[in-house]
């Protein structure tokens, strides 16, 4: 019997270390394609001001500053993320438990603290379960306008579902720890030599009720499973999270340190355009060696900036940018999640064509505007910066858009027609309506 | 009662003048073109006269800022239009600048720095507010907005582009009048529908338009003036208000106006 417990033991181990040496090959295959694929962008150093950034993400991603705009959502968000940052440090035990066959491995050297540092994981996890709860039904009975995808067609399918799993995975992972302390409290009371005496935990003795009656032997293998289930839970959930909306989880903190620093209004210069303007105004000789840019503009997330790229793995489609945005709520078709998510399928497109030829990028005769954006949406936009002020990672759909419609209107000369009409009056009467220049003083006369 | 004279000095005048103005009045095209912004114009103008700020105007020679090109894709459109312009100022020495257009004044303030035009750049209403401060201009002589019922309609270009939203309200403090806020103002604040190039185009295809969205909106808080500060936001909020059937009993006036109207100017 003894040979068969601790046989089965070495057996959890030796599952136990290959699963976690597998999850960490699957996660970090993962992020190095995320990484490179943001990485096809261009250049942009957002590495200025590097006091201001971490400020920045200190009070953005780490304070949750803007989750607080409406307290209560940002109050239940704020306990899941608190929660989950804080119960790693018991992963960590998990972990250590999984590797060297062990059974709560701090408990006898933080001897009576473990009683209360695990009480405070069971707070934490308490506060997450209800949270989830709570947002689960917010998602699925309430009807959130901005989840609906009878409203918002990007959330068809697959994003409102990703949604609802996450929530379901933390309900579950929640569940898991809370019923494996207190069904290990049992055992202790038991009096079973394996599980260390460490008292009934805060949260987990008012599930204790549920195993009146189990025996000690059903009682280990519930203990067990509850740990495998929350263990093997937390690894699955570390590869989907790469998959899913919740990577914003890990990328809220670099996307905010390198989010702009100047004002909302200011667009990006086209450097390569104003030595061609100096030359056409007579300001500079043509210089013979000035390189001639390839394309105007953004066609596909290869002529976006990375930070563009990184923005959409970042996005976790809350739409509130949407919800804030004038096109939107007027009817449009324009959707700033929708840009950010087309964004993030480009990528994921860009990114299985690069695995499927070895690491390189073969045209697929795609592209972000027209295939996932369409031109109706970008022209929708009224620039008012609403969905860059809402996003609380500080997300900018805007400067997607502006680059797709230098593309648009600088290298396929679309715009719509009167658009060109505004051109040419800008180029002829420096007016976008049709006016003389000589009679732009002649307002003059009405202050006598 | 004595007919007071306003002067409306160029740059070019001023320079043959051998004079400096204190500041650059940057009108724009819509403060120089469009009937109705064209009395706002006047209105500052007057308001400088009053304060007896030593300004002068381009006149013939300013250009569009380039704003609408840009933000519509065309930035070859944009550059050479704030190229010419900059040469403009530079060749006049302009160091402060002063619009009533929060478009003009994010170009100026935060664009042509890159392409190598740096100026002191204020929006008219950051400019107004610091005549009052400064006790230059007071309301006097003119109407009361004492217990009025106004509403202020944030520019995007003026609030979450360039994080100013006090200053339009304490200029309209400073006249005594009842503020009330739409459910959506500030950093919230909805757009007119006019931003990005929208202004010279058709909307696209939807439900409503956005400015009659936000018309509704500014009827809704009772008030009888509502108060823009962007020529832009001042043709979408019209527009809106003509559809609504309500340019009897509410009135749209630029915080200038208001300013204007409270000096008897």
Known sequence: MQITISYMAVLQQVIFIVLLAGVSWLVYRRANLIRRTILIGKNEDRTDEPG??????????????????????GFLHFAVYIGFILINIEVLEIVLDGILGTHRIFAPTLGGFYLYLIGFFEILAFG???????????????????????RHREMNGWPQLDGKIILVFEIVLMLAILTMNAAD??????????????????????????????????????????????IAGIFAFAVYLTYSKHLHIVLAFPNTYYSRLSPKGKMNNMPEITSEVKVMLGLENQNTESV?????????????????????????ECGRCTEACPANITGKKLSPRKIMMDTRDRLEDVGRNMQANGGEFVPDNKALIGDYILEEE??????????????????????????????????????PGSWNMMFQNLDTNQAPWKFSPADRFNWAEGVK | MDQEVYKVPTMAEMAASNETPEVLFWVGCAGSFDDRYKRVTVAFVKILNKAKVKFAVLGTEESCTGDPARRAGNEFTFQMLAMSNIQVLDMYGVKKIVTACPHCFNTLKNEYPE????????????????????????????????????????????GRANDIYEAPRHVL????????????????????????GQMFKEPEK??????????????????????????????????????KEKEDSVKIFDIAELVAQANGL
């Not at chain 2, 439900?207 to 500014?218: L, S």
Request: charged letters at 25%.
């Open chain 2, 115 to 158: 392409l190598g035009g740096n100026y002191e750049v204020l929006h008219h209403s950051e400019y107004l507010q610091q005549l009052i401060d400064e006790g230059r201009v007071r309301p006097e002589n003119g109407e009361t907005f004492k217990g009025k019922k106004v509403t202020f309609h944030d520019s995007c270009y003026l």
């Open chain 2, 173 to 196: 403090e400073a006249l005594d009048a009842d503020l009330t806020e739409m459910k959506r103002s500030k950093v919230k604040g909805l757009c007119c529908g006019a931003g990005g």
């Open chain 2, 206 to 243: 939807g439900r409503k338009d956005i400015n009659i969205e936000r018309i509704e909106e500014a009827l809704a808080t009772g008030a009888d003036t509502i108060a823009v500060a962007c020529p832009f936001c001042m043709i979408m909020m019209t527009d809106g208000l003509k559809n």
């Open chain 1, 52 to 73: 201001k950034r971490l400020a920045t993400m200190l009070r953005v991603a780490f304070g949750q500053k803007k989750m607080f705009d409406r307290p209560l959502i």
């Open chain 1, 378 to 415: 970008i022209l929708a936009c009224t620039t008012c910066n609403a969905c860059v002020q809402e996003c609380p990672v500080l997300i900018n759909p805007l400067d997607i858009i502006l680059q797709l419609r230098r593309y648009k209107v600088m290298d396929e000369a679309q715009a």
């Open chain 1, 128 to 150: 997450v379960l209800t949270a989830c709860v709570i947002f689960l039904i917010r998602r699925s009975g309430v009807k959130v306008e901005r989840f609906q995808p009878e």
């Open chain 1, 185 to 230: 409290s049992v055992l202790q009371e038991m009096g079973n030599p394996h599980y260390a005496q460490t008292g009934s935990f805060v949260i987990s003795q008012f599930f204790k009720p549920l195993f009146t009656g189990w025996n000690e032997n059903t009682l280990v293998i519930y203990e067990r499973f509850a740990w495998w289930l929350h």
């Open chain 1, 292 to 316: 001639v840019p390839e394309r105007f503009g953004a066609k596909d997330v290869m002529d976006l900036s990375w930070k563009n790229l990184m923005d959409a793995y970042s996005c976790t």
